[in-house]
């Protein structure tokens, strides 16, 4: 195939009120490279995600002994070990404005609103509220202005933003971990059926008709852009075909799988009068987790959004995990004053939520892209805005960084910092890395050292 032909990064495959967006081929390659000068690799953009999970872990099975490369993967991190040259594990970060500092207590409600912002955030239930920008935003901000969405905030555990949810704070604070300005929490989406439409569906007329019509024939997105797709192939070269085979058959694959757990929510949950589920949310957490993480993917992948969020479930969260053998609540847990039986429960849900994030990393890290993979051009943070759930500490904080950042982050390590490093000062470097840099976040000191 000669590489004279080229075709736009913002090329899409057509259809009757359809749009779907395509992922990095070899004939968008020069055509990128020209567009893009800011990125760490020539051509390649850079992406940021940003997962949450609520009420601490277990440290002792979650800490290595071993510092630098070649450390040890505990209990609860083993599930990463095929994507360990992939991460860091980072030690002594801390939030000291998750901490009470005068304002009682509250701890999960601080833990999620001060996760990305560093700001502590002002005790209130009602409309005053106000917590800080967040640096998901600072990148959308830089970021967005090359994609069809700033960012995507995604959740597993439905939340709102009215009431109390937490020893006089706002359930803003406990539901959300992006803010668009300190008085703006971004409202996280949990409905994958929502998420799918939402990115690969055009929001014209005609396109909301191809929806309904879609809906109503069982029909995939896929059959309304077949023809142009067909077309497409017939121009790519070999590996370029490949690539779009790969990328339509997981495009596929979310839709059977949204469709399996509307239809199981129908059997299971009849509408009655007063409830209603949303209907793409399996019952199942993991696969919930796991098309929220292939949509974060795709998005990725075709370049739909360069900035991503996922809360695994909100502060101070007690839901059971009957898939593991723990019917307990989780917030009820982590409380667990020292009790061994609860301590393992704890490690249980740890190393469950690990896998899930596995799944992500290992989903990037099949991608290819430019001379590596996807995810060698992300910066991913995964972790919680408590240390222990039991103590409801904030120092010492449970922190992964995922990617290579464009090969500015030298990965395979467990780094450990000085007690009371600001957990800002890793948002600040990566926001950094990414030209997107500001003079702070919250309480921000400088850049994170030692990630190069």
Known sequence: MSRSWQISRRTALRGLGTALALPMLDVMAPAVRAATTSTAQAGLPQRLAFLFI???????????????????????????????????????????????????????????????????????????????????????????????????????????????????????????????????????????????????????????????????????????????????????GQLDQQKLDEYLSAVRSIEQRIERAESINQQIHPSVAGFSVPEGVPDEFDEHVRLMADMMVLAFQTDLTRVATCMFGRAGSNRSYRMIDVPDGHHDLSHHGENPEKLEKIRKINRFHVQQFAYFLERLKAISEGDGTLLDQCMIVYGSGLSDGNRHNNENLPVILAGRGGGTIRTGRHVRYREETPMTNLYMAMLQRVGAGVPSIGDSTGCLPNLS
Request: proline residues 5%.
């Open 54 to 236: 609520p009420n601490g872990v277990n440290l002792r099975h979650w800490t290595p002994d071993r510092e630098g490369h070649g450390f040890d993967l505990k209990s609860i991190l083993e599930p990463l070990r095929n994507v360990q040259e992939d991460i860091n594990v980072l030690t002594g970060l801390t939030h000291d404005k998750g901490r009470a500092n005068g304002d009682g207590p509250g701890d999960h409600a601080r833990s999620a609103s001060v996760f990305l912002t560093g700001a502590q955030p002002r005790k209130v239930s009602g409309g005053s509220i106000r917590s800080g920008v967040s640096a998901d935003q600072l990148a959308a901000r830089k970021l967005g202005e090359h994609t069809k969405f700033a960012s995507i905030e995604l959740g597993c555990e439905a939340g709102r933003n009215a009431g109390e949810c937490d020893s006089g704070y706002s359930c803003a604070y406990s539901h959300n971990i992006s803010w668009a300005s300190p008085t703006t929490p971004m409202a996280k989406e949990v409905d994958p059926r929502l998420v799918f439409e939402r990115l690969f569906g055009d929001q014209t007329p005609a396109a909301r008709r191809t929806r309904g019509e879609r809906a109503f024939f069982r029909s995939s997105l896929l059959d309304y852009v077949s023809e142009d797709a067909r077309r497409l192939q017939r121009k790519l």
